[in-house]
């Protein structure tokens, strides 16, 4: 299906039949935009809708009839030209020595198990033991 301008007379006096006449519309699936002019009484939907169902459901609230039907064509999009991608800096890479940061990762600490509330470790001689606590 495709996308339709549709534009509904409606006869709504009452604020309260102006209310039921938006929600029924608002609960069909497809509609993509309602419009409604209090002074002539005339609603736009726009979207991939049956309008005859719309009508006929807008029958049993209020006088409606369907004025007009149109098929929105979508709009043609240029394509963007691309932009250049910004130029990287250079990165300079610095050799690291044996720790250069308190806090930096030693192959010593591998096989070490730190104790949560002593000062000590416990260091495992063999890779493949588990312990059990």
């Known amino acids: 299906m495709t996308?339709?301008?549709?534009?509904?007379?409606?006869?709504?006096q009452e604020?309260?039949?102006?209310?039921r006449v938006w929600a029924a519309v608002s609960k069909f699936s497809g509609v993509t935009s309602i419009a409604m002019d209090d002074k002539t009484g005339k609603m736009t939907l726009v979207?991939?809708?049956?309008?005859?169902?719309?009508?006929?459901?807008?029958r049993k609230i209020c006088n409606a009839e369907l004025v007009s039907v149109e098929v929105v064509?979508?709009?043609?999009?240029?394509?963007?030209?691309?932009?250049?991608?910004?130029?990287?800096p250079a990165e300079i890479v610095v050799p690291?020595?044996?720790f250069n940061y308190p806090y930096q990762y030693h192959s010593s600490y591998?096989?070490?198990?730190?104790?949560?509330?002593q000062n000590y470790r416990v260091v495992v001689e063999e890779p493949n033991t588990c312990v059990i606590m």
């Open 47 to 58: 979207g991939e809708v049956d309008v005859s169902r719309i009508a006929k459901k807008l």
């Open 96 to 98: 690291v020595t044996h």
């Open 73 to 88: 064509k979508p709009s043609e999009k240029k394509p963007e030209p691309e932009k250049p991608a910004p130029a990287k």
């Open 15 to 19: 604020e309260r039949i102006r209310k």
């Open 3 to 12: 996308i339709q301008k549709s534009v509904l007379q409606l006869s709504v």
């Open 110 to 117: 591998t096989n070490s198990y730190y104790q949560p509330y």
